[in-house]
């Protein structure tokens, strides 16, 4: 079973940028799926960034196109998420995920990413972000 961990999570001004991490040894990674959510009070988990862990291809919400980054280091088994130009609507709990199997998409756009996810993925137990203005 994978459990990931999360760490970096914390406060920054907008503007700022923090770095997440998630760590999910034993993890297929030649043909898996990761994905970052996050999750405010009162509203279910968003898929934001994904990485299809067999050749790395990385997908984006548009609200955070061009400030996130997604990136994996198969050696350490650690998925990252680079955030950039944070905003204020960036306050939430970001949880890492790991799908369970191949996916029929590892596009968070994909319109059942959701809920593939939340049926069939291990997830860590979340890292707060708070965005000040």
């Known amino acids: 079973r994978v459990q990931p961990v999360e760490s970096g999570g914390g406060s920054v001004q907008a503007g700022g940028s923090l770095r997440l991490s998630c760590a999910a040894s034993?993890?297929?990674?030649?043909?898996?799926?990761m994905a970052w959510f996050r999750q405010v009070p009162g509203k279910g988990r968003e898929g934001v960034a994904s990485?299809?862990?067999?050749?790395?291809?990385?997908t984006y919400k548009d609200s955070v196109k061009g400030r996130f980054t997604i990136q994996q280091d198969k050696v350490e088994d650690t998925v990252y998420l680079q955030m950039n130009s944070l905003k204020v609507e960036d306050t939430a709990t970001y949880y890492c995920?790991?799908?369970?199997?191949?996916?029929?998409?590892?596009?968070?756009?994909?319109?059942?990413?959701?809920?593939?996810?939340?049926?069939?993925?291990?997830w860590g137990r979340g890292t707060q972000v708070s965005v000040s203005s």
């Open positions: 995920a790991a799908f369970n199997g191949h996916p029929k998409s590892c596009d968070v756009d994909y319109y059942l990413f959701d809920n593939y996810f939340l049926q069939q993925a291990y």
């Open positions: 034993g993890y297929t990674w030649q043909s898996g799926c």
């Open positions: 990485i299809a862990t067999d050749e790395s291809v990385t």
